[in-house]
């Protein structure tokens, strides 16, 4: 948009610029100009009252042409190609997998002899959890950064990420790495300056001299880590102030009401945007913007801020997409995309947390009411954004569907949630589940769920009991936690060690920084020598791996499984079975219907339900695209084996 007074100041601006040539500039004023009005319009709103405002809007700018300056020729030319084919990302081709890259292969100069591994399954695209310097202890997971800018020594050096990089565009493999935007740890530059009382640095985050604000703040702010991490703040002895740590007492929250902050921050993802990363996870973005009386989340600034670091990324390095990490209630997750808008303007890709927890209650309660309730209170997404749909992540497993869906499929909440806890924590008569509980909160009753897929499928019971019936029933249920989330719409992300059946590690119980946080019980060191059986015909492994692959080959060629809003949920009788549309705009290939049986016994579905999307019996049979076998249908029904979906081309 053109507005004369945005449009002045960029004139301003630029003249103190020091003048790049024309040529290679060009593509860099274009997309200056298209963004200037927004970035300048939420900039004033939220920077405006100050008097430093129009030499900050200057600095912003001053960092993306800086930045802008330094992108490779190979990556601006991949900006190029990804503006003309603007939906790269939705298309069916993107499977994912997430890993720590210690645990996954030691560090990531092994990564690159394990590329391999990675087209064997036939995944595309590696998110590589955080490899940022921490320090060795207090660090959560990685997530509490000591130098944005460097690579953790244990994980190896910016050198070896170089070269991982340079592997994984020679294969065609997209990168998606962390940068954890709300925070950092007590051990950063920044937090370091602040504790020797640097004012400058001191306003960087929220600190107080006493009680009085942090008070104010924490009658409203829920508590993240309830058990190991209680209250929002933490005395600081070196300043005698209070800082806000909405997470760990060492994670302290940077405070976005200063634009310096700001400006660091797009810097910083400009920096990672430069060494050829593909998609950037923002971190827990729904914490960017705190205010008192209010629970700190999802807060109309933090939308503001992720637009801001989204049209600040558009100029620079467009070619550069964001992932929102907000596992928040459904209604809100979905606002991380942006709202009002067609196109994506705040991150193009969001965890799609409230399919995930939804699946899990379908595994516990063998029902599929408010799975089926919970997707259909969904709003449909913007078209340029999509969904990552995960089973698991490294955290917690948040069941974080709303009471309304709940109710309406004739749970009481509470007691609901409580059942679910006690079915995946094996304290529930009929679970074979083996979880844990985490982040309970003793005021609230409020409690989430740790645990390896396998181990919440109830493979480790099994093979413990050496019980072959419930071996493959575990074995059924991941495949069929896989499939959904291959066909449901988005990119899948399949969490490493899952395709295998990975149990659970208590390893962590035996490291002191790791022990409180029951979280690392489903983050694995993986044994290669066990991940060899997966080419051995009949291992746990390679019956878990082989139907995984399989599925990823296949979704890759249902091009109705890209994600365009094209998926009509079909209402079942049958409340064990769940069942959808993807439908196709182009008559040339054929539509999909997936249907999914989450009872430990067959069930039946008419097939009259599926007469309007087109599904009948060619030649007098039906095929499941999936595993290329002959689906039974009796007395026009088709008959769903215990634990199974189906992709049905229709
Ligand atoms: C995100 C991460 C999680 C971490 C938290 C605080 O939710 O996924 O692992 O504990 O942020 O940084």
Redesign the pocket.
């Given at each position: 948009m053109y507005e004369q007074i945005s449009h002045s100041l960029l004139n301003d601006i630029l003249t103190q610029l020091k003048q790049p040539p024309a040529k290679d500039w060009q593509h860099f004023y274009t997309r200056l100009g298209a963004n200037f009005y927004a970035i300048y319009s939420l900039f004033q709103h939220l920077y405006g009252h100050r008097d430093d405002f129009k030499p900050q809007l200057a600095h912003l700018v001053a960092v993306l042409s800086e930045q802008y300056a330094q992108r490779a020729p190979h990556l601006k030319a991949k900006d190029l190609e990804r503006e003309k084919n603007h939906d790269w990302f939705m298309q069916q081709k993107l499977v994912g997998m997430a890993l720590y890259c210690e645990g996954f292969a030691g560090n990531l100069a092994n990564m690159k002899d394990r590329l391999g591994y990675f087209q064997e399954l036939g995944i595309n695209l590696v998110h590589i959890l955080p490899i940022c310097d921490c320090p060795e202890q207090a660090n959560?997971?990685g997530?509490a950064v000591r130098d944005f800018r460097k690579i953790d020594p244990r994980y190896g050096s910016m050198e070896d990420l170089e070269q991982l990089i340079t592997a994984m565009q020679q294969c065609e493999m997209l990168l998606t790495l962390d940068v954890?935007v709300n925070?950092t740890s007590d051990e950063h530059a920044w937090a370091l300056q602040a504790k020797n009382g640097d004012q400058h640095y001191q306003d960087y985050y929220y600190m107080y001299p006493d009680r009085t604000v942090p008070d104010m703040f924490e009658a409203s702010m829920p508590e993240v880590f309830p058990e190991h991490a209680p209250g929002s703040f933490t005395y600081n002895p070196e300043t005698g102030k209070w800082v806000m740590t909405v997470?760990n007492n060492y994670?302290w929250d940077l405070n976005y009401s200063n634009p310096a902050v700001l400006i660091e921050m797009v810097d910083i993802i400009l920096f990672w945007a430069n060494k050829g990363v593909d998609i950037l996870r923002l971190?827990?973005v729904a914490f960017l913007w705190k205010k008192i009386g209010s629970t700190s989340q999802n807060e109309r600034e933090a939308h503001l801020i992720l637009q801001l670091l989204k049209d600040c990324c558009q100029v620079t390095a467009p070619g550069v997409i964001f992932i929102a990490?907000a596992?928040v209630a459904p209604l809100e997750i979905i606002k991380y995309f942006g709202e009002d808008a067609v196109n994506a303007k705040e991150c193009e890709i969001a965890y799609n947390a409230t399919f995930m927890a939804l699946l899990w209650d379908a595994v516990a309660t063998k029902n599929t009411v408010l799975l089926t309730n919970g997707v259909k209170d969904l709003p449909e997404k913007l078209d340029r954004a999509t969904w990552l749909n995960y089973v698991r992540c490294?955290?917690d497993i948040g069941l974080g569907f709303s009471d309304q869906a709940i109710i309406a499929s004739g749970f009481d909440p509470v007691s609901h949630r409580r059942f679910l806890v006690d079915y995946y924590t094996g304290q529930y008569p009929d679970s074979n589940a083996r979880g844990f509980a985490f982040g309970v909160n003793r005021k609230t009753g409020d409690a989430r769920i740790s645990g390896a897929l396998a181990s919440l499928a109830g493979l480790e019971t099994a093979l413990a009991n050496d019980d072959q019936p419930a071996v493959d029933n575990a074995i059924l249920t991941i495949v069929l936690l896989h499939n959904l989330i291959m066909s449901f719409g988005g990119i899948p992300l399949i969490y490493y060690g899952d395709s295998v059946g990975t149990l659970n590690n208590d390893g962590y119980l035996q490291d002191s920084s790791k022990m409180h946080d029951n979280r690392w019980v489903h983050r694995p060191t993986l044994d290669w020598d066990m991940m060899a059986l997966r080419n051995e015909p009949g291992t746990v492994q390679q019956r878990l791996f082989s139907q995984v692959k399989q599925m990823i080959a296949i979704r890759k060629e249902i091009s109705a499984f890209a994600d365009l809003n094209n998926r009509d949920l079909i209402d079942m009788i049958n409340p064990h079975l769940f069942a959808f549309h993807r439908h196709v705009q182009t008559g040339m290939n054929p539509s999909v219907v997936v249907i999914a049986n989450f009872d430990v016994h067959p069930q039946r579905a008419a097939l009259h339900l599926f007469k309007q999307k087109g599904l009948h019996k060619a030649g007098g049979t039906l095929v499941d695209l999936c595993s290329g076998q002959t689906v039974q249908v009796e007395d026009d029904a088709i008959i769903l084996p215990k634990l199974t979906a189906y992709w049905l081309a229709a």
């Open positions: 959560d997971g997530y954890v925070h997470f994670q971190d827990a990490e596992i490294h955290d």
